[in-house]
């Protein structure tokens, strides 16, 4: 049973270019979270989506937006890039009717320069 | 709004002790806690999770508690040893299925 899988590992990317990460969540599972982690700091929750539509969203600019596909599958776009959204992104994975148990994926290195 | 602080920032034992990572939340009206492990450059590792109703919970040599009235929560590792060296994160969740949020994590180091 596959876990929470993300693409790319690891990216390079320059100021004002666009990004596309991907999440294929936990066999399962329904609903696709994503969190952005800065070095020495907690992950912090960026949107969730369920039934392909963002239920929830946290503190983020309009530059960051996402997408989830019928196979549960979700993406997270960004948007002109800034050296600030150099961090470690986290798909996280669970089943909404449960509300409990969720799953982490290894997460995707982005650098800005 | 909700915040969450972990201490200390980090913790050096050597192998074989016994240790408390300590977390605190401002707002009491939680519906669940977990603690989590993170290795460096990985993702996260669910350890435990705690209800809102329930007062702790036990896996192996690990022991979470949870005291919601005073906003705190610890993690207890018993035994210490060096493959237990990572950060350990607490997260917080206000209802059901929504965000988690966590603190900034305490990064253990145990010595063999």
């Known amino acids: 049973d596959a876990g929470v899988t993300q693409s790319p590992t690891h990216l390079i990317k320059t100021r004002g270019q666009q990004v596309t990460l991907r999440c294929s969540p936990k066999?399962?599972?329904?609903?696709v979270s994503w969190y952005q982690q800065a070095l020495g700091q907690g992950p912090q929750f960026i949107f969730q989506y369920y039934e392909e539509e963002e239920r929830q969203r946290g503190n983020f600019p309009d530059r960051f937006s996402g997408h989830q596909f019928p196979n549960y599958s979700s993406e997270l776009n960004v948007n002109a890039l800034l050296l600030g959204d150099s961090a470690l992104y986290l798909c996280?994975?669970?089943?909404?009717?449960?509300?409990?148990?969720?799953?982490f994926g290894e997460g995707s290195w982005l650098t800005v320069v | 709004k909700q915040e969450v602080t972990q201490i200390p920032a980090a913790l050096s034992v050597p192998e074989g002790e016994n240790l408390v990572l300590n977390c605190s939340f401002t707002d009491s009206a939680i519906y669940n806690l977990q603690w989590f492990r993170q290795d460096p450059g990985k993702g996260l590792t669910s350890l435990l999770l705690?209800?809102?109703?329930?007062r702790e919970q036990t896996s192996g040599r690990l022991n979470a508690s949870l005291d919601k009235s005073s906003g705190r929560s610890t993690l207890y590792i018993a035994a210490s040893q060096p493959g237990d060296s990572a950060t350990y994160l607490c997260?917080?969740?206000?209802?059901?299925?929504?965000?988690?949020?966590f603190g900034k994590g305490t990064t253990l180091s145990v010595s063999s």
């Open positions: 996280a994975s669970s089943f909404w009717e449960a509300g409990n148990t969720i799953y």
């Open positions: 066999s399962g599972h329904d609903t």
């Open positions: 705690i209800q809102s109703s329930q």
């Open positions: 997260a917080v969740s206000n209802q059901a299925g929504t965000a988690l949020i």
